[in-house]
């Protein structure tokens, strides 16, 4: 008698932990998430990144509204400001992408632009009209190697969003075209003399 209650609970177990796998999302895009509430796991739906050009500017441009807003402070967006970016990116293009996924990106974004920054103090090299560098294929395999491969796409000019990858990273991106020394004013003493 025993030992066919302990069959049937193992039965029981069984068949829970199938219905439980069953009903367990395994959908592409969707992770897990630790939810700090009660010490509950959240799950959270999101679709595969589709970074295309139309989608990149649209994030562009609501980072750039964020940031105008005062949801970022010097690169570091608020919880507020990617939320709202989060909700309004979805709503335009149906797609759901969480803050790390927009963060990603940013950061990609990041590379490109400051590749994009090193080519203008470039010289040496031809210019077409909107700035870009005209160098050989060879030069641009070689150059964009080691990089994020979307800045290979900078051959053939710049982004329609580089104006607001402007904004993002204006006093973010270190270029090397300028430097600042805590401490020095720029004045210099000679011998205990004022100068």
């Given at each position: 008698m025993?030992e066919?209650?302990?069959?049937?609970?193992?039965?029981?177990v069984?068949?829970?932990?199938?219905?439980?796998?069953a009903?367990?999302?395994t959908?592409?895009?969707?992770?897990?998430?630790k939810?700090m509430?009660?010490?509950l796991?959240?799950?959270?739906?999101?679709?595969?990144?589709?970074w295309?050009?139309?989608?990149?500017h649209?994030?562009?441009?609501?980072?750039v509204?964020?940031?105008?807003?005062?949801?970022?402070?010097?690169?570091?967006?608020?919880?507020?400001?990617?939320k709202?970016i989060?909700d309004?990116?979805?709503?335009v293009?149906?797609l759901?992408?969480d803050k790390?996924?927009?963060?990603?990106r940013?950061n990609q974004?990041?590379?490109?632009?400051?590749?994009?920054k090193?080519?203008q103090k470039?010289?040496g090299f031809?210019?077409?009209?909107?700035g870009t560098v005209s160098?050989?294929?060879?030069?641009w395999?070689?150059?964009t190697k080691?990089r994020f491969?979307?800045c290979?796409?900078?051959q053939?000019?710049?982004?329609e969003?580089?104006d607001q990858?402007?904004?993002i990273f204006?006093?973010v991106?270190v270029?090397g075209?300028?430097?600042?020394?805590?401490?020095?004013?720029?004045?210099e003493?000679?011998d205990?003399e004022?100068?």
């Amino acid at each position: 008698m025993e030992e066919e209650e302990e069959a049937a609970a193992a039965e029981e177990v069984v068949a829970e932990e199938s219905a439980a796998a069953a009903e367990a999302p395994t959908a592409t895009g969707e992770v897990a998430a630790k939810g700090m509430q009660q010490g509950l796991s959240l799950l959270i739906k999101t679709d595969k990144a589709q970074w295309t050009e139309p989608n990149t500017h649209l994030l562009c441009d609501l980072w750039v509204e964020q940031i105008r807003a005062g949801n970022c402070h010097k690169g570091t967006m608020s919880g507020r400001g990617y939320k709202i970016i989060v909700d309004k990116y979805s709503m335009v293009t149906g797609l759901k992408h969480d803050k790390m996924q927009l963060r990603n990106r940013i950061n990609q974004l990041k590379i490109m632009y400051g590749f994009w920054k090193e080519l203008q103090k470039q010289s040496g090299f031809g210019r077409k009209a909107d700035g870009t560098v005209s160098a050989l294929e060879w030069w641009w395999k070689d150059n964009t190697k080691e990089r994020f491969s979307e800045c290979k796409k900078l051959q053939y000019g710049a982004p329609e969003y580089i104006d607001q990858l402007e904004e993002i990273f204006y006093d973010v991106v270190v270029d090397g075209f300028t430097s600042y020394l805590v401490g020095f004013d720029g004045e210099e003493e000679q011998d205990g003399e004022d100068v």
